[in-house]
């Protein structure tokens, strides 16, 4: 399997900046072209994450001066739990996640991990506590146990192996002639939506990192790939401090705590149930995502999953 392991030939700041976990950012060439000025402070300390708490601090953010994507924005999510950020598109969702991640840095307030504000600490150690399962995952053109190792480097072959039974890989796998050895990517086997959204799965199981984001994770599959891999996705999130990014509002409705935003702005929060209570935006988007499944059940024969 040692072979399989082959360092990336591309050029070292690529690999350095992708080993820190922009490798599953969907922006990822966006981001290599663009200046990135989020130094560390010098001799800044490790992040040591203890209690895998995250806390947007009356957080605001825009791209360019002028401009304000994200206003006053706090919200916290406690350690072991799921929030789910909903809202239209373009309301500011994946830059929490950005700004989580210290693409950049906020023009006001602060972002805390496990109670450290993120500006303080080495970016590569806040990097290596969060793991992405972005909409769509980047897949190397390399074998399948080098894809799913990609990111933690000296993992070993168990390790591996126990990360594709629980990303629910093996019925593909011992399919494949190869097996782990399979070439996949653009020039080798081209995997379909959900299997390559297994392997970013799979990909994460192996970093275990304590917190993770999910940015429309299962938003670019059909409705009965999305809850095959909703279920997979469940035990990925067991024991760790999710934050859901979410299109369709049914995938996250058991989250402990939904963030409505709109415009950059928390327009409301609450449980599933709560929400719909309130008869505001949620309820709004709720209703019209329902009927919206109804006429998909409708027009094919796929039944509503509950
Ligand atoms: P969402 O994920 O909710 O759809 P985003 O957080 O991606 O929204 O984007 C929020 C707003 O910020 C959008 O208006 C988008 O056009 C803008 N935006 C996103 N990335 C950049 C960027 N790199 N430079 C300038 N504007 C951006
Ligand atoms: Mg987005």
Redesign the pocket.
């Known amino acids: 399997l040692i072979q399989l392991f082959r360092p990336l030939d591309l050029l070292g700041w690529v690999y350095r900046t992708i080993r820190q976990g922009l490798v599953d950012m969907a922006?990822m060439f966006?981001?290599i072209d663009?200046d990135i000025e989020v130094k560390d402070i010098p001799g800044a300390p490790a992040l040591i994450v203890r209690t895998p708490t995250v806390v947007f601090d009356n957080v605001t953010f825009?791209?360019?001066p002028g401009?304000t994507?994200l206003d006053r924005l706090s919200f916290e999510v406690p350690a072991g739990s799921t929030t789910a950020?909903v809202?239209?598109?373009?309301?500011?969702?994946?830059?929490?996640?950005?700004l989580l991640f210290r693409f950049y840095d906020p023009t006001q307030g602060r972002v805390l991990v496990g109670g450290e504000d993120i500006a303080r600490v080495r970016q590569d150690s806040l990097r290596a506590a969060i793991g992405i399962v972005p909409q769509d995952s980047v897949l190397f053109n390399e074998s399948l146990a080098y894809n799913i190792a990609y990111g933690a480097e000296g993992a070993d072959e168990a390790v591996v192996e126990q990360a594709a039974r629980d990303a629910a890989l093996m019925p593909l796998i011992e399919r494949l002639p190869d097996g782990f050895g399979t070439m996949v990517g653009e020039r080798g086997l081209k995997l379909s939506g959900g299997e390559k959204q297994r392997v970013a799965i799979a990909r994460t199981l192996v970093k275990n990192p304590p917190i993770l984001l999910l940015?429309?994770a299962t938003s670019a599959l059909d409705t009965r790939t999305e809850q095959e891999i909703l279920g997979t996705l469940k035990r990925l999130e067991e024991g760790r401090t999710t934050i859901a990014?979410a299109h369709r509002l049914s995938t996250i409705a058991d989250a402990d705590n939904i963030l409505v935003?709109d415009h950059?702005r928390l327009a409301e929060n609450g449980t599933h149930a709560a929400l719909l209570a309130k008869g505001g935006l949620y309820a709004e988007m709720w209703s019209r995502q329902a009927s919206e499944r109804g006429k998909d059940a409708s027009t094919t024969d796929e039944g509503e999953a509950g």
């Open positions: 922006e966006r981001l663009t825009g791209y360019e401009r994507i950020i809202g239209p598109s373009g309301a500011g969702k994946s830059t929490i996640g950005r940015d429309e990014i935003l950059g």
